[in-house]
């Protein structure tokens, strides 16, 4: 009566990233397809090999992607958009679908290679609320579905031919329809359902003739809060694909107990639920799973890098042992794509802080112990009990817990949260103080990050460059940051942010509670992967952390230097958290952190302060019930850091995203003085909601696109305000580009400010003539 244990997929990058390094290779023509393949071939390998080896019943294939799952399941069942088919010699056929068309799909073409103006890749977007982004499907009335690329049945083959047991993962019919869009007015992609159900019969067809038993069918949306057609078609969408293989419906990233009487009329074979993301949920489910389904238990977190508390849960799964016997099979929550790849390649951590750590590798062991323990192994009970003691005493170790930081949370009054004094009067103090134009122009925060940028941190980071020479190294790229503002003619200067790597990154290499990792890297999207860092204790700020470089910036100008800031939130989401206590109590010791920094910019001369908060909208957590709880939370954490501001010194916010609909009340409740946000790309429909709203304070809606290489024309942008102007009083608007600039070049960034200042000075005469 042995536990059946299996995780829902495995990183595709590789330890050392090789996927991202063989990807970019190829792309360059560096490598060719062959050799790209064999890489991937290896990857696939030596991640079963592993998973074997760890002692799991099943290795889990179709888990490899070449950029991205869900594109892959396009390539699957043949559903490419017509403008990614054409290769200049013609249009490619449904059987002729290959790597390079995934490819054309994920990065657009350029001119010359496909023989005409160009493709703009499909969109992407983000995988549920992770880090991860997908590429979205594209539907259309006539779109058709046929089972066209092998990739799936190869990797079968491959890894039955090595001698595993296979699992096959395939992202379900439904989930797949929802997570795209449409690309034509007036049609319901739903209403390709039946189409897309005929593929997904060949393909499991197809797994059944390979041997496959079990498939493990991801319908993620189910966490979601569907709207009643989608969560009544699963019952069609099942009934027409079983038969062929046992389905296991996987489920993750939220409780599924508010669907789960539908869930359980389907005619499957099993059920896997997240019990890290919600463990409410297990009795729930225990009540109403039918007699002859496997539950799958999601119980080692795939979407965080601590250790799991193995001794918990087998109290925890006993009873549940008891009661389902076999049927009780263990696994990762979700897949362990979001986790980095391997504990053992850290070589700097303290060993008792990478006793508190399980990457994938490390997760895979926990699954497999946690498995025997379940069957009663004592050993196996034992080696449970050890392998938690680190993580048990880290709760009460002391430079985790620290008194006076969590005292200083409990001490947050609604008073912490609140200006002095509001909008309106502080507005009047900032013009005093401030003595700005109207349309004032500024810039987004960083400047590009050149070679030689890279190269200086790089050589303080690894020793070879002195404290001393790195700080004067740093300061002439202030300077001539601040050189070249002057001679464009912008209004509010920023330092350029050469000191920073990652505007997350440097926060928590300057606050205290936080671990960096050397190799903890995790899939962004195609070959782009993050190292996002670890909460690991109560967090404080120890000393000033961006006053020296503000205060040596705003010297050398008599405009005003503004200074720059990561939001609490932001810092929240683009980390690793912490699992013992909330992402409320985490985001408010952050809060705390940067109110003090907000003090100290503002005794020490700056009188304008950007809190950049791009990530507050996609923290939001899967169900709708549970908005406004975060959002109260997160909003009180930004005031909280922006409160310790006097009337006269001027709160920037910076958000970077187009669907502000939902959460502009609790933007506008952040009471920043100036908001910049993305609006570019929209042309200005953005700003309806801010003018529907009737947003108070003021906006500096992007007036360009700072991510195309493109130099925006002055009539363009002076057509932008003019449209902004008839939604937000002339008063209130603000001059800027709708993101950083760290990713451009000098020359375009200098040739795009100059037609933006040249707009909004045209402008200024416009609307003073009026
Ligand atoms: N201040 C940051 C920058 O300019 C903001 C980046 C962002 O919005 N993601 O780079
Ligand atoms: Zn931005």
């Not at 040596?552 to 008599?558: G, N, P």
Request: net charge negative; proline share 5%; with cysteine.
């Amino acid at each position: 009566m042995t536990t059946t244990t299996h995780i829902l997929g495995y990183p595709r990058i590789g330890e050392q990233r090789e996927l991202k390094f063989a990807l970019e290779k190829y792309w360059r023509g560096e490598i060719d397809q062959a050799q790209l393949q064999g890489l991937g071939s290896d990857l696939r390998t030596q991640n079963w090999a592993l998973q074997k080896e760890a002692g799991l019943e099943f290795v889990t294939a179709g888990d490899f992607a070449w950029y991205d799952h869900v594109l892959t399941t396009s390539l699957l069942l043949g559903h490419v958009p017509e403008r990614h088919r054409w290769t200049g010699k013609g249009e490619v056929g449904q059987s002729e679908l290959g790597l390079d068309t995934l490819f054309n799909v994920a990065r657009g073409q350029s001119q010359n290679q496909c023989d005409c103006h160009g493709n703009a890749a499909s969109d992407m977007t983000k995988w549920f609320n992770t880090n991860y982004h997908y590429i979205v499907p594209e539907f259309s009335a006539g779109d058709h579905f046929q089972v066209s690329w092998p990739q799936l049945f190869d990797e079968i083959d491959q890894a039955l031919k090595l001698g595993h047991q296979v699992k096959p993962v395939l992202l379900g019919p439904l989930s797949y329809l929802y997570l795209g869009k449409e690309i034509e007015e007036g049609f319901d992609r739903l209403s390709l359902l039946p189409r897309v159900l005929v593929a997904y019969q060949e393909v499991l067809a197809k797994l059944a003739a390979q041997g496959v038993t079990w498939v493990q069918i991801d319908e993620p949306i189910l966490a979601l809060e569907l709207e009643s057609p989608w969560l009544e078609s699963f019952t069609t969408a099942y009934q027409s694909i079983q038969g062929e293989v046992k389905l296991l419906l996987t489920t993750y990233f939220d409780s599924v107990s508010h669907v789960i009487n539908k869930i359980v009329t389907l005619p499957i074979d099993g059920l896997h639920v997240d019990l890290t993301a919600a463990s409410d949920q297990l009795d729930e489910v225990l009540n109403v799973l039918p007699d002859h389904w496997v539950l799958s238990a999601g119980v080692i977190n795939g979407r965080n890098v601590w250790r799991a508390n193995l001794s918990e849960w087998i109290d925890r799964l006993k009873p549940v042992k008891q009661q389902l016997g076999e049927r009780l099979w263990i696994a990762s929550s979700c897949s362990l794509l979001h986790s980095p790849v391997n504990l053992e390649a850290e070589t700097k951590l303290t060993p008792e802080v990478k006793s508190w750590f399980a990457f994938a590798k490390q997760k895979v062991a926990e699954v497999v112990l946690l498995g025997k323990a379940l069957d009663g192994d004592h050993a196996a009970i034992l080696a449970c009990d050890t392998y938690s003691q680190p993580i048990i005493a880290r709760e009460s170790a002391q430079h985790v817990n620290k008194p006076h930081v969590q005292a200083r949370v409990q001490q947050i009054t609604p008073e912490l949260s609140q200006r002095s004094t509001p909008y309106q009067e502080r507005s009047h103090h900032q013009s005093e103080v401030l003595n700005l134009p109207l349309l004032p122009t500024t810039t987004i925060g960083s400047f590009p990050q050149t070679a030689e940028i890279r190269a200086l941190r790089s050589a303080f980071r690894q020793g070879k460059l002195a404290k001393t020479d790195y700080v004067e190294a740093i300061q002439r790229q202030i300077l001539d940051a601040v050189q070249r503002q002057e001679a464009l003619g912008l209004d509010v200067l920023v330092h350029g942010e050469p000191e920073r790597n990652d505007m997350v990154e440097y926060f928590a290499e300057n606050l205290s509670g936080f671990q960096t990792t050397q190799f903890g890297w995790v899939q962004s999207y195609g070959s782009r992967c993050v190292k996002p860092a670890i909460v690991v204790a109560d967090i404080e700020r120890k000393q000033p952390i961006t006053v020296e470089w503000s205060t040596y910036a705003q010297s050398l100008t008599k405009k005003q230097m503004k200074g720059m800031l990561t939001g609490p939130v932001t810092i929240l989401c683009w980390t690793f958290p912490r699992e013992d206590i909330t992402r409320k109590t985490i985001t408010q010791q952050l809060a705390l952190a940067l109110r003090d920094e907000v003090s100290d910019l503002q005794d020490a001369g700056i009188n304008i302060i950007q809190i950049d908060e791009p990530a507050i909208r996609e923290g939001l957590p899967l169900k709708l019930q549970d908005h406004q709880d975060y959002l109260n939370w997160a909003v009180e954490a930004f005031r909280i850091a922006a409160s310790s501001a006097k009337p006269e010194t001027q709160i920037h916010t910076h958000m970077c995203y187009s669907e502000f609909n939902e959460i502009i009340e609790s933007v506008a409740a952040m009471d920043a003085d100036v908001i910049t946000i993305e609006t570019s790309r929209s042309n200005m429909e953005l700003l309806k909601a801010f003018e529907e709203f009737n947003y108070p304070n003021e906006i500096g809606p992007g007036v360009y696109d700072i991510h195309s290489p493109n130099i925006p024309a002055q009539h363009w942008i002076e057509n932008l305000i003019r449209t902004a102007a008839t939604k937000i009083p002339v008063e209130r608007l603000w001059v800027n580009p709708d993101c950083g600039l760290k990713t451009r070049n000098w020359a375009e960034v200098e040739a795009s400010l100059t037609n933006m200042v040249l707009a909004a000075k045209a402008l200024r005469q416009e609307f003073t003539a009026e």
